[in-house]
């Protein structure tokens, strides 16, 4: 089975920047939808961005819609998520999550998701 594990996560200062990773222990190209998703302190997980690999598509929560960037290398099974601007709320546990299928409309469910990463914390303060 493969296992996802994320890193990159620390405390920083609003307006500032971090790059997420997610390492996977087999070929990410097996993924055709890698997502990120969080969960904040109190509230449900929920989507933050997912990449296809087949349409070579990106979608993005709308809270993060031109701040965040997802991206992928396969050659290096890992995924990424380049966060810039970042603002108090975005404070939560960062999960990576992938599925070998693709998904036109319902990649923000995270049923959809066989695997997932054990998370990393991004704090961000004020």
């Known amino acids: 089975q493969v296992q996802l594990v994320e890193s990159g996560g620390e405390l920083v200062q609003a307006g500032g920047s971090l790059r997420l990773s997610c390492a996977a222990s087999?070929?990410?190209?097996?993924?055709?939808?890698m997502a990120w998703f969080r969960q904040a302190p109190g509230t449900e997980r929920e989507f933050v961005a997912a990449?296809?690999?087949?349409?070579?598509?990106?979608v993005y929560a709308d809270s993060v819609k031109g701040r965040f960037t997802i991206s992928r290398d396969n050659a290096k099974n890992t995924m990424y998520l380049q966060m810039n601007g970042l603002k108090p709320e975005d404070t939560a546990v960062y999960y990576c999550?992938?599925?070998?299928?693709?998904?036109?409309?319902?990649?923000?469910?995270?049923?959809?998701?066989?695997?997932w990463g054990q998370g990393t914390q991004v704090t961000v303060s004020s």
């Open positions: 999550a992938a599925s070998p299928r693709f998904y036109s409309d319902s990649y923000y469910l995270e049923r959809r998701y066989d695997s």
């Open positions: 087999g070929r990410t190209s097996g993924f055709n939808t």
């Open positions: 990449n296809s690999w087949s349409s070579g598509s990106t």
